[in-house]
């Protein structure tokens, strides 16, 4: 792109040939932000769908569509997403984003691992354009170019507004902790996780603002810190279906094979923050609906939220629905489908190893929530199918079978 900073026009519209024009502007595309721009187009009308295109230097975009979010107060008879995570574009075709770009959505819920820092290896179906770890701004940037240039990824961004969180990938592997800037042991964290935010903010549909160094504001409530927005949101809600969005595994799960130990892997996930979950499964016994969304795991899951643990006939307080990875961990060696857990993890309603996407479907009496799968991802097409759907009713926390 060179070093020149660049005009982009960009136009949107209430029609899909885009003559019917809501909301048009400039701005100025600069290299210090890898030439991104990031248009927050106000006064829309709520709950509808529009289409929108840039133009530079006498070319033409694309035509996105997006959606607007319903009203304030109004009450859509049904609402429809998809989530997905964990798309290493080296260990698979993202035929599942193919297969969301045609479904009927509202939004896309991405929750992490949209790209991968580290190098490709083992089962590779296809190479990065620059091989090797990503440190530097430079290596964030080409790695997400390379995401970015898939035709199906580009196909499920122009089709319906994302909603993001990232997990660790997108700077590197189980990262955690909060970073000193005067302990000089953190000096490489910090950088990469500065090169790191920069690439994503940069590369996502983000309203900003941008990122501060090594830290970007990626929620979105008017108070924050520590987590009292969290739970002060849940108890101020008066929605009827209340998601909590995020990365990683919520449940307790017994990974243990043998009947009589016990072990609970907890770097990351929730189990490392035993505390954390105790306060928020507290607060989901208090909240109308609660539904935990969750990814990072590369296998479908379903858990009851108990109010204890180790009482299976404690009551279930919320629900999590962990969806598998678009591409990551690439076709399972031996698929694996299971309707209920085990003894040891009673709270586990369902496993599945296959890549895909979950949809789902929230109407006022009940969630619907369909596991999709693809057939294979070393292919560039595959088929999608439905591999279980399973139904959350209004006031009772835990799923069934569809
Ligand atoms: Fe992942």
Redesign the pocket.
Known sequence: MGTAAVEVEWRIARDAAMTDIAKSGTVTAIPELAHSVHVDATGLEPDRMYWYRFRAGGIESPIGRTRTAPAAGTSPSALRFAFA??Q?YTQGYYTAHAAMAKEDLHAVLFL??YI?EGDARGDRVRDYSRRGWAFSLADYRDRYATYKMDPNLQASHAAFPWILTW???EVENNYAGGIDPNDSKNKQAIFERTNAYQAYYEHQPLRGPKPNGPALKLYRTLSYGERDWLLAGLAASKAQWNFVTQSVRFSQQDSSPDPTTHRFDGVDNWMGYVVDQRILIDQFAKTRNAVVLS??S?VDFVYDVKQNWSDPKSPTVATELLGT?IS?EGDPFIPATQFDGSAKNPQLRFFDNHRGYVRVTVERARLTADFRAVSTVTQPTATVSTLASFVVDDGRPGVHRA
């Open positions: 995570s964990c290493n992490g691992d991968y997990d660790d990938h990814g990072d590369h990875s990551s």
